[in-house]
């Protein structure tokens, strides 16, 4: 069965680096989402992505953020200056269709600012 | 706002009892509940919607409007059920899932 895949599965940065976060969701599907978990919270939306651009995106995507599709299989969250409360659990996942399907998600990777 | 209550962090039972959790949620369209599931050191998985009215693995869940709650239940444990079991909502319109805090469901034997 395919599956969402992720990159790394833990990152350790230093605060004001830049990471990138990747993702190859699942072939066929069209859109595409980020969710991050902090330890002990619940999981919290990012945002959405069809068509090349954004659909919807939560208070906690701000200028910081940003999200890309580079070529035809992965998708990227890329944070640009972190900090020490973006330590968290990073979900990608995919949907074919949000209307009728499910959305399917990655194992995480495990972002930890020193 | 949209919010997706689930009271109890830590539920558990012996193999064989009924199990019921509580998803609590405040919308006031017509939302669309979820229940994922997160076994130990695997991704979160869709265990059931409402809109399919399925039974998976011996669980059910109905959507009542009135006490605005999708409780998940289970009239039997078994201890591969151990695992952290989520409540979300969509709202109309949207793709964005609202997550509960999770409840860890611990089926001993």
């Known amino acids: 069965e395919p599956e969402v895949t992720q990159t790394p599965s833990h990152q350790v940065t230093q605060m004001g680096q830049e990471v990138i976060l990747r993702c190859v969701p699942i072939s066929n599907h069209l859109y595409f989402y980020w969710y991050r978990q902090i330890l002990g919270q619940k999981v919290e939306f990012l945002v959405s992505f069809y068509n090349n651009e954004i659909s919807e995106k939560s208070e906690i995507f701000d200028d910081q953020f940003s999200v890309e599709r580079p070529d035809g299989s992965n998708f990227t969250l890329k944070i640009r200056s972190t900090k020490l409360e973006d330590s968290a659990m990073y979900f990608c996942?995919?949907?074919?269709?949000?209307?009728?399907?499910?959305?399917?998600f990655g194992p995480g990777t495990r972002l930890t600012v020193l | 706002a949209q919010r997706v209550t689930q009271p109890e962090k830590l539920l558990s039972v012996f193999k064989g009892a009924p199990v019921e959790l509580k998803c609590n949620y405040s919308y006031s369209g017509s939302p669309e509940l979820f229940w994922y599931v997160q076994y130990s050191r695997q991704r979160l998985q869709l265990l059931l919607r409402?809109?399919s009215r399925e039974s998976i693995k011996g669980f059910t869940a109905d959507l009542n409007k009135g006490e605005t709650s999708f409780h998940l239940k289970k009239p039997f444990a078994q201890e591969e059920d151990s695992a952290m079991y989520y409540c979300?909502?969509?709202?109309?319109?949207?793709?964005?899932?609202?997550f509960g805090t999770g409840t860890r469901l611990q089926v001993f034997p």
């Open positions: 996942a995919s949907s074919a269709d949000p209307s009728t399907d499910t959305q399917y």
């Open positions: 979300a909502l969509r709202r109309y319109n949207t793709d964005k899932l609202i």
């Open positions: 409402h809109i």
